[in-house]
């Protein structure tokens, strides 16, 4: 069952990324940062071209949070 939930994360990863370059060449190009400001964790390229300054699982978190303050889960 883990390797199930493995692929399919691996899965949802490639489809972001892929939409996030895909989106990256629609924008001017923006620069974010390296590393994630909340853990120091590296910052795909692709999210730094749209001027990201969080990690995947940090920007979860960011909007999981988000959501549970507006009451809309």
């Known amino acids: 069952m883990c390797d199930d939930c493995d692929l399919a994360v ?3 990863e490639s489809y972001v990324e892929r939409a ?3 989106h990256a060449g629609e924008r001017l190009e923006r ?3 390296s590393t994630c400001v909340e853990c120091d964790e590296p910052v795909s390229p692709a999210r730094q071209a749209l001027g990201a ?3 995947m699982d940090c920007q979860a978190d960011h909007d ?3 959501r549970i303050e507006t009451g809309h889960t």
Do not use: M, Y
């Open 10 to 12: 691996e899965l949802s």
């Open 20 to 22: 996030l370059l895909k």
């Open 31 to 33: 620069h974010g940062r």
């Open 53 to 55: 300054f969080l990690c």
């Open 64 to 66: 999981l949070r988000a």
